[in-house]
Each structure stands twice: as structure tokens, then as C-alpha cells.
């Protein structure tokens, strides 16, 4: 077996993402060396002489951060050599890389209303730079009203919490025409569930931190980019801010990233299992789950999503209600984030902020056999309906 993903790159896009997956961003083999090299913990490089090489100092470069990059930009648009993907110390370092990067003082910028709870924090620090920022829903694809004049395009599709979709293609292509640039957040898809470049979109962005690396042990993020102008914007604004990611996160990530395709095809059918468990309970309104066929996202999902994700969102009656069914659950943490192999729910509400009703649930469905899950969602259920 040979194995350089760089040449083999033709037949890499013909490959399944489970293949794609555990080879992405392995170096040429050498022999007495690991398929994997270990993480390379360096400020500074050897430097003598004339600055020449990849690896001159730790901020701008590592050989670790590299092979990772690789790695997302195959799983982010295979095939393709022209994208260039940037990894960052989280993924709100990556969303402001985009948005800070991007956007001058008077530019328009158009935000989700319903996108992940830091965006607007990232709203009130372009507004005091000057940017003017408008919102407006996912659902519906209601940001294209709001289009005109803008420089970029802020799209979250599936939206967290609410798991609202838009209609990526049509968005891109009415941005595009007004010359507006269009960023895609694809941290609740994962780039197996979901490939916003192929797409038409300019960035895909997104946290490592959820389920591209899945085992809730580290922080990242990165913006993948066709566009190698727009692509050195995001690195200049890096190595400006320095928001690097430590090259441990970065060598765990990219051994995480071996099995990405095992976790989400898991991970995704316990959620399905998850969803139409919760479809047969009257407590339960407001079910959503772009996979599930009722769902009013499924259409627009499935022209352009290949999977649906690991979240699953839901209503209980009240607060009491919601807080008995996560007390009652054993095999799922209360915890925020999602994506990871461990299931985890919460109420979301009780961090204020988000939009959404006291009973409202955020349920990540992680990699544990879906009897075990969905019996113990039904007995909590159950528990919490009778009281206790
Ligand atoms: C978690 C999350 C982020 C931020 O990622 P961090 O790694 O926590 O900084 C951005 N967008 C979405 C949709 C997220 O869920």
C-alpha cells in the first residue's frame, strides 16, 4: 500500500468517508517511523541563515498543525488540492478569524438570529468596530431579505439549539450574485454530514471541539477555504491574534479523526432511534430532527446534507418536567456541547439566552447501543411523566 493522500487525490474523492477517514492527512510512509508521527512541541525551529522552510516559529507554523489541516480538507471537499484549511485554538477563534478578518468598518454583515449563543457576543464587537450587522432566521432562508450591499454572509445550517436548515445552494447563489461572500458554520454536521464548499460556499467553518473529534477532551477549530486570497486573510489573522491551537489538541484531533466515520454513522442512528421514540409521546412537542421525514427541515436537509447529525431537540411541559427527565436519565451526562461518544442532553434553558422554552431539551445522542439508549430515554421519560 502506498498511501501519500497527495497523490493519490484523484482516487481519494472516489473513496467512502470511512476509508477517507482513517487515512486523511497521513504523511508519506517512512520506513521506521509511525503512520501517525506524535505531536512536535516547538516555539521555535532550527533556523540558520536566510528565513526559508515551512517552520521557522510556533505561532505561524507546526508540522502537526499541518498534517491535521490536511486531514479536515480532505473529510471538508475530497479531492480538491485548492482548499486550504486553517486550524484554530477553538471554534469561536475560527468564527471570529472569518468575521474579524473579513468584514471593515462600514461593511455590512448578515448574522443567523437563531445561530450558536456566542454570536452575538461576535455582533456587539463588530458593531463597535464599525461593521453593520442584520439578522434574520434560518428557517425559511429568511436571510435573503436582508442581503443586499453585504459583505459576507453568516449561515448556520442545522441552527443550534433550534435545528432550523436553510437552503445553502440558494443562499450562495443570491449572495454571490450581489457579490457577497458566504460563510458556512458546519459544526453541527461535521464534514461527513455536510460539505459547504461543495456547496458553493466560500468558508466552511467550524468547532473541532463537538463531533469532528467526538470524545469531549479538547478544543479546536478551523476555516477551510477555496479562495487562497481569503485563505490568507484567516492566517494572517492567526498569527495577528495567535490563536493557536496546541499541537497535543491538534495530534489528538487528528487521531480522533480515524474514526469519524464510525461515530457519526452510530451516533446519527441513535439519534434517529432517539427522535422516533420521542414522536410517539404527547408530553413531547416541538420534536425536531432534520433525519426525521415529518420534520419541516427534512426537505431542503436531505438535498443537502448526507447525514443528519447527532442532535435531536425536544419540548417537555414545563421546567419541573424537564429537570425530573434529566435527573431520571443514567446513561446521558447533563452537560452542554454535543457531538461526543458518551450521550449528553441538557436544559437549555437554564443558561438564558438562547430563545426557547423552560422545557426545552438540546439531546446529543453519543455512540452507546441504541437499545441501551433509547430505553433508558423511555424509562426517564416515563419517570419524569409520573413525577418522581
Ligand atoms: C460550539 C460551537 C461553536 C464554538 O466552538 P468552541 O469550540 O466552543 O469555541 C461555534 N458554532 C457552533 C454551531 C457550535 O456549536
Not at 475560527?94 to 452575538?120: E, F, K, M, N, W
Not at 431542503?300 to 436519565?329: C, I, K, N, W
Request: aromatic share 6%; with cysteine; proline share 7%.
Amino acid at each position: 500500500m502506498t498511501g501519500h493522500p497527495a497523490g493519490e487525490t484523484a482516487s481519494a474523492a472516489s473513496y467512502g468517508d470511512g476509508t477517507r477517514a482513517v487515512r486523511a492527512g497521513l504523511p508519506e510512509p517512512v520506513k521506521n517511523e509511525p503512520p501517525l508521527p506524535g505531536p512536535v512541541f516547538a516555539a521555535h525551529f532550527h533556523l540558520p541563515g536566510e528565513v526559508t522552510g515551512p517552520y521557522t516559529y510556533g505561532r505561524d507554523t507546526n508540522p502537526t498543525w499541518t498534517l491535521l489541516e490536511r486531514a479536515i480538507g480532505e473529510l471538508e471537499a475530497p479531492g480538491r488540492e485548492d482548499v486550504d484549511t486553517i486550524v484554530f485554538a477553538s471554534g469561536m477563534a475560527a468564527v471570529s478569524a472569518v468575521l474579524l478578518s473579513q468584514a471593515r468598518a462600514g461593511d455590512t454583515v448578515v448574522l443567523p438570529d437563531d445561530g450558536y449563543q456566542a454570536l452575538p457576543l461576535v455582533r456587539e464587537q463588530l458593531e463597535a468596530y464599525g461593521v453593520h450587522v442584520r439578522t434574520a432566521p434560518t428557517g425559511g432562508d429568511a436571510q435573503l431579505t436582508v442581503l443586499e450591499g453585504a459583505r459576507l454572509l453568516w449561515i448556520e445550517t442545522p441552527s443550534n439549539p433550534g435545528l432550523d436548515v436553510c437552503d445553502v445552494r440558494r443562499l450562495v447563489a443570491a449572495a454571490h450574485t450581489a457579490g457577497t461572500l458566504v460563510a458556512v458554520d458546519n459544526t453541527l454536521a461535521t464534514p461527513l454530514g455536510q460539505r459547504p464548499l461543495e456547496l458553493g460556499a466560500d468558508f466552511s467553518v467550524a468547532s473541532g471541539t463537538k463531533g469532528l473529534t467526538g470524545h469531549g477532551d479538547l478544543l479546536l477549530g478551523y476555516v477551510a477555504c477555496r479562495d487562497p486570497e481569503l485563505a490568507a486573510g484567516v492566517r494572517r489573522w492567526r498569527k495577528i491574534v495567535g490563536a493557536v491551537p496546541g499541537p497535543m489538541e491538534a495530534w489528538l484531533a487528528h487521531r480522533s479523526l480515524a474514526t469519524i466515520q464510525l461515530r457519526a454513522e452510530r451516533q446519527w442512528a441513535n439519534a434517529r432511534s432517539v427522535a422516533e421514540a420521542l414522536a410517539g409521546r404527547t408530553e413531547v412537542t416541538g420534536l425536531r430532527y432534520p433525519g426525521l421525514t415529518s420534520d419541516p427541515s427534512h426537505q431542503t436537509a436531505a438535498r443537502q446534507m448526507s447525514g443528519f447529525g447527532s442532535v435531536v431537540s425536544f419540548t417537555l411541559p414545563d421546567r419541573a418536567h424537564a429537570e425530573r427527565f434529566m435527573s431520571a436519565l443514567r446513561l446521558v451526562e447533563d452537560a452542554t456541547s454535543f457531538g461526543g461518544v458518551r450521550s449528553t442532553a441538557e436544559r437549555r434553558g437554564r443558561w438564558g439566552g438562547d430563545a426557547v422554552p423552560e422545557g426545552f431539551i438540546r439531546f446529543s445522542a453519543g455512540a452507546e447501543d441504541p437499545r441501551d439508549l433509547v430505553s433508558d430515554v423511555i424509562r426517564a421519560l416515563n419517570q419524569a411523566d409520573s413525577g418522581a
